[in-house]
Protein backbone atom coordinates (compact mmCIF):
# COMPACT_ATOMS: atom_id res chain seq x y z
CA UNK A 1 0.00 0.00 0.00
CA UNK A 2 1.48 3.30 -0.59
CA UNK A 3 2.65 5.77 2.58
CA UNK A 4 0.29 6.71 5.00
CA UNK A 5 1.08 10.65 4.05
CA UNK A 6 1.18 10.36 0.61
CA UNK A 7 -1.22 12.73 -0.86
CA UNK A 8 -4.47 11.78 -2.64
CA UNK A 9 -4.41 12.48 -5.90
CA UNK A 10 -7.00 15.63 -7.44
CA UNK A 11 -9.29 13.51 -9.25
CA UNK A 12 -11.52 15.97 -10.32
CA UNK A 13 -8.23 17.10 -12.56
CA UNK A 14 -8.03 13.29 -13.87
CA UNK A 15 -11.81 13.46 -14.92
CA UNK A 16 -11.93 16.56 -16.75
CA UNK A 17 -8.68 14.96 -18.51
CA UNK A 18 -10.09 11.68 -19.17
CA UNK A 19 -13.07 13.46 -20.87
CA UNK A 20 -10.43 15.83 -22.87
CA UNK A 21 -8.79 12.24 -23.98
CA UNK A 22 -11.78 11.67 -26.51
CA UNK A 23 -10.96 14.80 -28.57
CA UNK A 24 -8.08 13.75 -29.72
CA UNK A 25 -9.24 10.28 -31.13
CA UNK A 26 -12.06 12.24 -33.18
CA UNK A 27 -12.51 11.35 -36.73
CA UNK A 28 -14.17 13.64 -38.98
CA UNK A 29 -14.70 17.56 -39.39
CA UNK A 30 -13.48 18.46 -36.18
CA UNK A 31 -15.60 21.62 -34.49
CA UNK A 32 -14.60 25.37 -33.24
CA UNK A 33 -14.22 24.24 -29.53
CA UNK A 34 -11.96 21.69 -30.04
CA UNK A 35 -9.32 22.11 -27.54
CA UNK A 36 -6.85 18.91 -28.65
CA UNK A 37 -5.73 21.78 -31.09
CA UNK A 38 -3.01 19.48 -32.72
CA UNK A 39 -5.46 17.20 -34.30
CA UNK A 40 -7.25 18.48 -37.91
CA UNK A 41 -9.92 16.92 -39.84
CA UNK A 42 -9.59 13.03 -40.63
CA UNK A 43 -11.77 10.43 -42.64
CA UNK A 44 -13.53 13.05 -44.30
CA UNK A 45 -14.40 10.59 -46.91
CA UNK A 46 -15.66 7.81 -44.99
CA UNK A 47 -18.33 5.61 -46.49
CA UNK A 48 -17.82 7.04 -49.66
CA UNK A 49 -17.10 3.95 -50.67
CA UNK A 50 -20.46 2.63 -50.80
CA UNK A 51 -22.07 5.91 -51.25
CA UNK A 52 -22.97 6.97 -47.62
CA UNK A 53 -21.80 9.26 -44.85
CA UNK A 54 -20.00 7.06 -42.11
CA UNK A 55 -17.46 10.67 -41.24
CA UNK A 56 -17.51 10.77 -37.60
CA UNK A 57 -16.78 8.31 -34.41
CA UNK A 58 -13.41 7.76 -32.80
CA UNK A 59 -10.38 5.83 -33.51
CA UNK A 60 -10.29 2.92 -31.09
CA UNK A 61 -6.62 3.15 -30.31
CA UNK A 62 -3.12 4.30 -31.40
CA UNK A 63 -4.21 3.61 -34.87
CA UNK A 64 -6.67 5.00 -37.68
CA UNK A 65 -9.21 2.64 -37.84
CA UNK A 66 -13.20 3.31 -36.44
CA UNK A 67 -13.97 -0.72 -35.29
CA UNK A 68 -17.52 -0.30 -34.19
CA UNK A 69 -17.62 -3.16 -31.98
CA UNK A 70 -15.26 -1.51 -29.58
CA UNK A 71 -16.79 2.17 -30.05
CA UNK A 72 -19.75 0.93 -29.03
CA UNK A 73 -18.91 -0.55 -26.31
CA UNK A 74 -16.64 3.36 -25.42
CA UNK A 75 -20.38 4.77 -25.78
CA UNK A 76 -22.56 2.43 -23.38
CA UNK A 77 -19.61 3.27 -20.79
CA UNK A 78 -19.73 6.72 -21.17
CA UNK A 79 -23.29 6.75 -20.80
CA UNK A 80 -23.40 4.07 -18.07
CA UNK A 81 -21.27 6.55 -16.01
CA UNK A 82 -23.09 10.38 -16.75
CA UNK A 83 -26.36 7.94 -15.56
CA UNK A 84 -25.12 6.54 -12.54
CA UNK A 85 -22.68 9.27 -11.69
CA UNK A 86 -24.47 12.63 -13.29
CA UNK A 87 -24.46 14.10 -9.53
CA UNK A 88 -21.09 13.67 -8.90
CA UNK A 89 -19.34 14.72 -12.46
CA UNK A 90 -20.29 18.23 -11.87
CA UNK A 91 -18.95 20.43 -14.57
CA UNK A 92 -17.89 17.45 -16.52
CA UNK A 93 -21.64 16.06 -17.47
CA UNK A 94 -21.68 18.59 -19.98
CA UNK A 95 -17.85 17.15 -21.20
CA UNK A 96 -19.33 13.55 -20.88
CA UNK A 97 -22.44 14.29 -23.23
CA UNK A 98 -20.28 15.97 -25.79
CA UNK A 99 -17.83 12.59 -25.74
CA UNK A 100 -20.98 10.48 -25.63
CA UNK A 101 -22.51 12.59 -28.81
CA UNK A 102 -19.67 12.10 -30.89
CA UNK A 103 -19.86 8.44 -31.05
CA UNK A 104 -23.89 8.22 -31.05
CA UNK A 105 -24.24 10.85 -34.02
CA UNK A 106 -21.67 8.42 -36.17
CA UNK A 107 -23.49 5.49 -35.17
CA UNK A 108 -26.72 6.56 -35.73
CA UNK A 109 -25.60 7.27 -39.55
CA UNK A 110 -23.95 3.46 -38.95
CA UNK A 111 -27.79 2.06 -38.54
CA UNK A 112 -29.83 4.35 -40.46
CA UNK A 113 -27.88 4.83 -43.74
CA UNK A 114 -28.71 1.56 -45.43
CA UNK A 115 -32.43 -0.24 -44.34
CA UNK A 116 -31.58 -3.61 -43.21
CA UNK A 117 -27.40 -3.14 -42.98
CA UNK A 118 -25.51 -2.36 -39.75
CA UNK A 119 -21.96 -0.33 -40.13
CA UNK A 120 -19.68 -1.74 -38.70
CA UNK A 121 -16.31 -0.08 -39.23
CA UNK A 122 -14.32 1.75 -41.77
CA UNK A 123 -10.81 1.27 -42.81
CA UNK A 124 -8.58 -1.79 -43.76
CA UNK A 125 -7.10 -2.55 -40.82
CA UNK A 126 -4.22 -4.81 -42.06
CA UNK A 127 -3.35 -2.05 -44.30
CA UNK A 128 -3.70 0.48 -41.80
CA UNK A 129 -1.61 -1.21 -39.63
CA UNK A 130 1.45 -1.49 -41.90
CA UNK A 131 1.43 2.20 -42.01
CA UNK A 132 2.54 4.51 -39.38
CA UNK A 133 0.72 8.05 -40.51
CA UNK A 134 -1.22 10.46 -39.16
CA UNK A 135 -4.86 10.20 -39.53
CA UNK A 136 -5.38 13.59 -41.57
CA UNK A 137 -3.12 11.86 -43.84
CA UNK A 138 -4.43 9.03 -44.59
CA UNK A 139 -4.23 7.26 -47.56
CA UNK A 140 -4.84 3.72 -46.68
CA UNK A 141 -7.82 2.23 -48.23
CA UNK A 142 -10.97 2.99 -46.27
CA UNK A 143 -13.16 0.18 -46.90
CA UNK A 144 -16.52 -0.11 -45.16
CA UNK A 145 -17.65 -3.06 -43.06
CA UNK A 146 -21.11 -4.09 -42.35
CA UNK A 147 -23.78 -6.89 -41.45
CA UNK A 148 -27.05 -7.68 -42.53
CA UNK A 149 -29.06 -10.95 -42.30
CA UNK A 150 -27.58 -12.81 -44.54
CA UNK A 151 -23.85 -11.85 -42.91
CA UNK A 152 -25.10 -11.40 -39.25
CA UNK A 153 -23.76 -9.89 -36.23
CA UNK A 154 -25.35 -10.29 -32.95
CA UNK A 155 -22.41 -9.41 -30.97
CA UNK A 156 -22.21 -5.36 -32.89
CA UNK A 157 -25.77 -5.39 -33.02
CA UNK A 158 -26.34 -5.88 -29.71
CA UNK A 159 -23.43 -3.54 -28.43
CA UNK A 160 -24.79 -0.88 -30.74
CA UNK A 161 -28.36 -1.28 -29.16
CA UNK A 162 -27.02 -0.65 -25.96
CA UNK A 163 -24.88 1.74 -26.62
CA UNK A 164 -28.01 3.68 -28.35
CA UNK A 165 -30.12 2.90 -25.42
CA UNK A 166 -28.13 3.83 -22.82
CA UNK A 167 -27.31 7.24 -24.66
CA UNK A 168 -30.95 7.84 -25.14
CA UNK A 169 -31.60 8.22 -21.20
CA UNK A 170 -28.76 10.36 -21.22
CA UNK A 171 -30.09 13.28 -23.51
CA UNK A 172 -33.91 12.59 -22.35
CA UNK A 173 -33.99 15.68 -20.30
CA UNK A 174 -31.70 17.87 -22.20
CA UNK A 175 -32.47 16.90 -25.92
CA UNK A 176 -35.47 14.67 -25.95
CA UNK A 177 -35.98 15.16 -29.71
CA UNK A 178 -32.53 13.37 -30.41
CA UNK A 179 -32.83 11.01 -27.22
CA UNK A 180 -36.13 9.72 -28.97
CA UNK A 181 -34.01 9.64 -32.25
CA UNK A 182 -31.75 6.97 -30.35
CA UNK A 183 -34.29 5.02 -28.24
CA UNK A 184 -36.37 4.25 -31.93
CA UNK A 185 -32.84 2.94 -33.49
CA UNK A 186 -31.56 0.97 -30.58
CA UNK A 187 -34.90 -0.80 -30.54
CA UNK A 188 -34.41 -1.70 -34.20
CA UNK A 189 -30.75 -2.64 -34.01
CA UNK A 190 -31.49 -4.62 -31.03
CA UNK A 191 -34.73 -6.54 -33.46
CA UNK A 192 -31.94 -6.71 -36.11
CA UNK A 193 -29.46 -8.75 -33.18
CA UNK A 194 -32.51 -10.89 -32.23
CA UNK A 195 -33.78 -12.05 -35.31
CA UNK A 196 -30.32 -12.82 -37.37
CA UNK A 197 -28.23 -14.38 -34.82
CA UNK A 198 -24.76 -14.54 -36.02
CA UNK A 199 -21.48 -13.77 -34.76
CA UNK A 200 -19.52 -10.55 -36.85
CA UNK A 201 -16.51 -12.39 -36.58
CA UNK A 202 -17.95 -15.19 -38.98
CA UNK A 203 -19.13 -12.42 -41.43
CA UNK A 204 -16.19 -10.47 -41.42
CA UNK A 205 -12.63 -12.88 -40.82
CA UNK A 206 -9.77 -11.08 -41.16
CA UNK A 207 -11.21 -7.48 -41.19
CA UNK A 208 -11.77 -8.07 -37.38
CA UNK A 209 -9.89 -10.57 -36.18
CA UNK A 210 -7.87 -10.86 -34.70
CA UNK A 211 -8.11 -7.28 -33.47
CA UNK A 212 -11.84 -7.47 -32.44
CA UNK A 213 -13.04 -10.96 -32.83
CA UNK A 214 -16.24 -11.70 -30.75
CA UNK A 215 -13.97 -14.18 -28.62
CA UNK A 216 -17.17 -14.80 -25.91
CA UNK A 217 -19.59 -15.57 -28.86
CA UNK A 218 -22.88 -13.00 -29.08
CA UNK A 219 -25.03 -14.31 -26.03
CA UNK A 220 -23.41 -11.52 -23.87
CA UNK A 221 -24.61 -9.03 -25.75
CA UNK A 222 -28.24 -9.99 -26.12
CA UNK A 223 -28.17 -10.17 -22.75
CA UNK A 224 -26.51 -6.75 -22.41
CA UNK A 225 -28.17 -4.68 -25.14
CA UNK A 226 -31.56 -6.45 -23.76
CA UNK A 227 -30.52 -4.86 -20.27
CA UNK A 228 -29.95 -1.53 -21.32
CA UNK A 229 -33.40 -1.52 -23.40
CA UNK A 230 -35.22 -2.76 -20.34
CA UNK A 231 -34.26 -0.18 -18.61
CA UNK A 232 -34.69 2.81 -21.28
CA UNK A 233 -38.15 1.21 -21.98
CA UNK A 234 -39.30 -0.13 -19.01
CA UNK A 235 -40.84 -2.49 -21.42
CA UNK A 236 -41.63 -6.38 -20.58
CA UNK A 237 -41.08 -7.86 -23.63
CA UNK A 238 -37.10 -7.12 -23.13
CA UNK A 239 -37.52 -9.03 -19.14
CA UNK A 240 -38.97 -11.98 -20.90
CA UNK A 241 -36.09 -11.60 -23.67
CA UNK A 242 -33.38 -12.02 -21.40
CA UNK A 243 -35.24 -14.41 -18.97
CA UNK A 244 -35.59 -16.74 -22.24
CA UNK A 245 -31.58 -16.46 -22.36
CA UNK A 246 -30.91 -18.33 -19.32
CA UNK A 247 -28.36 -17.50 -16.98
CA UNK A 248 -24.81 -16.53 -18.84
CA UNK A 249 -21.23 -17.84 -17.95
CA UNK A 250 -19.85 -16.89 -14.86
CA UNK A 251 -16.31 -14.64 -15.60
CA UNK A 252 -13.83 -12.94 -13.70
CA UNK A 253 -13.59 -10.34 -16.30
CA UNK A 254 -15.30 -7.17 -18.10
CA UNK A 255 -14.22 -6.00 -21.44
CA UNK A 256 -15.50 -5.06 -24.58
CA UNK A 257 -15.53 -8.36 -25.82
CA UNK A 258 -17.73 -9.78 -22.52
CA UNK A 259 -20.61 -8.31 -20.97
CA UNK A 260 -22.03 -10.68 -18.54
CA UNK A 261 -20.85 -9.12 -15.84
CA UNK A 262 -21.65 -6.12 -16.66
CA UNK A 263 -25.13 -7.45 -18.13
CA UNK A 264 -25.52 -9.08 -14.25
CA UNK A 265 -24.53 -5.67 -12.47
CA UNK A 266 -26.84 -3.38 -14.77
CA UNK A 267 -30.16 -6.03 -13.93
CA UNK A 268 -29.07 -6.25 -10.03
CA UNK A 269 -29.55 -2.81 -9.83
CA UNK A 270 -33.61 -3.96 -9.91
CA UNK A 271 -32.95 -6.43 -7.50
CA UNK A 272 -30.68 -4.71 -4.91
CA UNK A 273 -32.70 -0.78 -5.34
CA UNK A 274 -36.29 -2.26 -6.30
CA UNK A 275 -36.23 -5.42 -4.64
CA UNK A 276 -38.05 -7.03 -7.46
CA UNK A 277 -37.10 -10.66 -6.84
CA UNK A 278 -37.37 -11.41 -10.60
CA UNK A 279 -33.74 -10.29 -11.05
CA UNK A 280 -32.19 -11.88 -8.10
CA UNK A 281 -30.22 -14.40 -10.45
CA UNK A 282 -28.30 -11.88 -11.36
CA UNK A 283 -27.64 -10.30 -8.17
CA UNK A 284 -26.29 -13.15 -7.05
CA UNK A 285 -24.13 -13.68 -10.50
CA UNK A 286 -23.11 -9.74 -9.82
CA UNK A 287 -21.69 -11.07 -5.98
CA UNK A 288 -20.34 -14.31 -7.33
CA UNK A 289 -18.40 -11.67 -9.98
CA UNK A 290 -17.16 -9.64 -6.85
CA UNK A 291 -16.17 -13.04 -5.27
CA UNK A 292 -14.10 -13.58 -7.85
CA UNK A 293 -12.65 -10.39 -8.11
CA UNK A 294 -11.68 -9.57 -4.38
CA UNK A 295 -8.24 -10.17 -3.12
CA UNK A 296 -9.79 -11.96 0.42
CA UNK A 297 -12.37 -14.02 -0.82
CA UNK A 298 -12.32 -17.59 -0.62
CA UNK A 299 -13.32 -18.08 -4.72
CA UNK A 300 -10.98 -15.03 -5.80
CA UNK A 301 -9.34 -15.44 -8.97
CA UNK A 302 -7.76 -12.52 -9.79
CA UNK A 303 -4.31 -11.81 -9.64
CA UNK A 304 -2.73 -9.01 -8.16
CA UNK A 305 0.86 -7.60 -8.85
CA UNK A 306 3.16 -6.60 -5.49
CA UNK A 307 2.38 -3.17 -5.82
CA UNK A 308 -1.55 -3.77 -5.78
CA UNK A 309 -3.14 -3.89 -9.77
CA UNK A 310 -5.48 -6.14 -10.89
CA UNK A 311 -3.63 -8.38 -13.60
CA UNK A 312 -5.83 -10.35 -15.55
CA UNK A 313 -4.00 -10.35 -19.39
CA UNK A 314 -0.71 -9.34 -20.51
CA UNK A 315 -2.15 -7.40 -23.04
CA UNK A 316 -3.53 -4.22 -22.50
CA UNK A 317 -4.25 -5.38 -19.25
CA UNK A 318 -5.49 -1.48 -17.60
CA UNK A 319 -8.83 -2.27 -19.80
CA UNK A 320 -10.20 -4.90 -17.49
CA UNK A 321 -8.87 -2.92 -14.18
CA UNK A 322 -10.66 0.11 -15.29
CA UNK A 323 -13.94 -1.86 -16.49
CA UNK A 324 -13.98 -4.08 -13.37
CA UNK A 325 -13.39 -1.03 -11.30
CA UNK A 326 -16.44 0.53 -12.92
CA UNK A 327 -18.41 -2.04 -11.85
CA UNK A 328 -17.76 -2.25 -7.95
CA UNK A 329 -18.04 1.45 -7.28
CA UNK A 330 -21.30 0.77 -9.29
CA UNK A 331 -22.17 -2.51 -7.07
CA UNK A 332 -21.07 -0.45 -3.60
CA UNK A 333 -23.29 2.60 -4.19
CA UNK A 334 -26.88 -0.07 -4.96
CA UNK A 335 -25.22 -1.50 -1.51
CA UNK A 336 -25.12 1.54 0.32
CA UNK A 337 -28.61 3.11 -0.94
CA UNK A 338 -29.97 -0.08 0.26
CA UNK A 339 -27.72 -0.95 3.44
CA UNK A 340 -26.85 -4.43 1.83
CA UNK A 341 -24.59 -6.65 2.06
CA UNK A 342 -23.43 -10.27 0.38
CA UNK A 343 -21.23 -13.09 1.66
CA UNK A 344 -17.65 -14.33 -0.42
CA UNK A 345 -18.10 -18.11 1.29
CA UNK A 346 -17.73 -16.82 4.88
CA UNK A 347 -16.28 -13.72 4.46
CA UNK A 348 -18.94 -10.89 4.67
CA UNK A 349 -18.42 -8.00 2.44
CA UNK A 350 -19.78 -4.55 2.89
CA UNK A 351 -19.59 -1.67 0.28
CA UNK A 352 -16.34 -0.06 1.37
CA UNK A 353 -14.77 -3.53 0.68
CA UNK A 354 -15.50 -3.09 -2.49
CA UNK A 355 -14.84 1.04 -2.37
CA UNK A 356 -11.45 0.91 -1.11
CA UNK A 357 -10.42 -1.87 -3.72
CA UNK A 358 -11.60 0.16 -6.30
CA UNK A 359 -9.58 3.58 -4.61
CA UNK A 360 -6.72 1.11 -4.48
CA UNK A 361 -6.88 0.72 -8.49
CA UNK A 362 -7.61 4.12 -9.15
CA UNK A 363 -4.83 5.60 -7.25
CA UNK A 364 -2.33 2.79 -8.81
CA UNK A 365 -3.27 3.98 -12.42
CA UNK A 366 -2.97 7.87 -11.09
CA UNK A 367 0.28 7.43 -9.71
CA UNK A 368 0.76 5.73 -6.46
CA UNK A 369 2.59 2.56 -7.63
CA UNK A 370 5.56 0.82 -7.33
CA UNK A 371 7.79 3.20 -9.83
CA UNK A 372 5.52 6.35 -9.23
CA UNK A 373 4.36 6.55 -12.65
CA UNK A 374 0.84 7.91 -13.89
CA UNK A 375 -0.44 5.64 -16.45
CA UNK A 376 -2.65 8.63 -17.76
CA UNK A 377 -1.13 10.79 -19.98
CA UNK A 378 -0.55 14.43 -18.82
CA UNK A 379 -1.22 13.64 -15.10
CA UNK A 380 1.32 13.89 -12.45
CA UNK A 381 4.89 14.93 -12.82
CA UNK A 382 5.74 11.25 -14.44
CA UNK A 383 3.32 9.65 -17.13
CA UNK A 384 4.14 7.54 -20.43
CA UNK A 385 6.48 10.30 -22.99
CA UNK A 386 6.66 7.41 -25.42
CA UNK A 387 2.89 6.20 -26.43
CA UNK A 388 1.86 3.81 -29.24
CA UNK A 389 -0.53 6.35 -31.07
CA UNK A 390 0.14 7.68 -34.40
CA UNK A 391 -1.01 11.09 -33.94
CA UNK A 392 0.74 11.99 -30.80
CA UNK A 393 3.95 10.52 -31.94
CA UNK A 394 4.29 11.98 -35.19
CA UNK A 395 4.70 16.00 -35.95
CA UNK A 396 1.38 17.77 -35.87
CA UNK A 397 -0.50 18.60 -39.08
CA UNK A 398 -0.86 22.25 -37.80
CA UNK A 399 3.32 22.17 -37.33
CA UNK A 400 3.68 20.88 -40.78
CA UNK A 401 1.09 19.81 -43.29
CA UNK A 402 3.43 18.15 -45.81
CA UNK A 403 2.02 14.54 -45.93
CA UNK A 404 4.61 11.90 -44.87
CA UNK A 405 2.96 8.71 -46.60
CA UNK A 406 2.70 5.73 -44.97
CA UNK A 407 6.39 5.00 -44.60
CA UNK A 408 7.38 8.49 -43.64
CA UNK A 409 6.14 8.16 -40.12
CA UNK A 410 8.67 5.42 -38.98
CA UNK A 411 11.50 7.53 -38.55
CA UNK A 412 9.24 9.11 -35.62
CA UNK A 413 8.04 5.60 -34.60
CA UNK A 414 11.72 4.06 -33.84
CA UNK A 415 12.73 7.73 -31.85
CA UNK A 416 13.67 7.21 -28.68
CA UNK A 417 12.37 11.38 -28.09
CA UNK A 418 8.82 11.77 -26.64
CA UNK A 419 6.22 12.26 -28.57
CA UNK A 420 5.96 16.03 -29.38
CA UNK A 421 1.92 15.26 -28.69
CA UNK A 422 1.01 14.84 -25.50
CA UNK A 423 -2.63 12.96 -25.78
CA UNK A 424 -3.61 14.55 -22.48
CA UNK A 425 -5.82 12.19 -20.49
CA UNK A 426 -4.86 9.17 -22.53
CA UNK A 427 -4.72 5.97 -20.02
CA UNK A 428 -2.21 3.38 -21.69
CA UNK A 429 -2.02 -0.47 -21.68
CA UNK A 430 -0.47 -0.21 -18.48
CA UNK A 431 2.38 -1.51 -16.55
CA UNK A 432 3.71 -5.53 -16.40
CA UNK A 433 3.19 -8.29 -13.74
CA UNK A 434 6.17 -6.56 -12.05
CA UNK A 435 4.62 -3.27 -11.55
CA UNK A 436 7.09 -2.38 -14.46
CA UNK A 437 6.77 -0.14 -17.50
CA UNK A 438 9.70 0.27 -19.99
CA UNK A 439 8.18 3.25 -21.89
CA UNK A 440 8.49 1.84 -25.38
CA UNK A 441 6.47 3.33 -28.10
CA UNK A 442 6.93 -0.10 -29.85
CA UNK A 443 5.82 -2.31 -26.66
CA UNK A 444 2.02 -1.57 -28.04
CA UNK A 445 0.58 -4.22 -25.05
CA UNK A 446 1.57 -1.78 -22.36
CA UNK A 447 2.03 1.67 -24.23
CA UNK A 448 -1.28 2.10 -26.52
CA UNK A 449 -3.73 4.32 -24.79
CA UNK A 450 -7.73 3.13 -25.95
CA UNK A 451 -11.14 4.74 -26.06
CA UNK A 452 -12.66 1.90 -24.14
CA UNK A 453 -9.70 2.10 -21.56
CA UNK A 454 -10.96 5.72 -20.70
CA UNK A 455 -14.67 5.20 -21.22
CA UNK A 456 -14.58 2.84 -17.70
CA UNK A 457 -12.43 4.83 -15.97
CA UNK A 458 -15.07 7.84 -16.05
CA UNK A 459 -17.20 6.48 -13.70
CA UNK A 460 -14.81 5.53 -10.85
CA UNK A 461 -13.07 8.85 -11.28
CA UNK A 462 -16.53 10.25 -10.93
CA UNK A 463 -17.26 8.76 -7.83
CA UNK A 464 -14.54 9.51 -6.22
CA UNK A 465 -14.13 13.45 -7.56
CA UNK A 466 -17.47 13.80 -6.18
CA UNK A 467 -16.78 12.32 -2.58
CA UNK A 468 -17.22 14.37 0.29
CA UNK A 469 -14.54 13.21 1.81
CA UNK A 470 -11.31 10.63 0.92
Excluded at 462 to 467: L, T
Amino acid sequence: MGNVDATTPNYKEALTKSLLFFQGQRSGHLPKDQQVSWRSNSGLSDGSTANVDLTGGYYDAGDNVKFNFPMAYTTTMLAWSALEYSKRMGPELENARVSIRWATDYLLKCARATPGKLYVGVGDPNVDHKCWERPEDMDTPRTVYSVSSSNPGSDVAGETAAALAAASMVFRKVDSKYARLLLATAKDVMKFAIDYKGCYSDSLSSSVCPFYCSYSGYKDELMWGAAWLLRATKDQYYANFINSLGGGDQPDIFSWDNKYAGAYVLLSRRAVLNKDSNFEQYKQSAENFMCKILPNSPSSSTQYTQGGLMYKLPHSNLQYVTSITFLLTTYAKYMKATKHTFSCGNTVINPNDLISLSKRQVDYILGENPIKMSYMVGFGPNFPKRIHHRASSLPSHAVNSQPLGCNGGFQHFSSQNPNPNILTGAIVGGPNQNDGYPDQRDDYSHAEPATYINAAFVGPLSYFAGRKSA
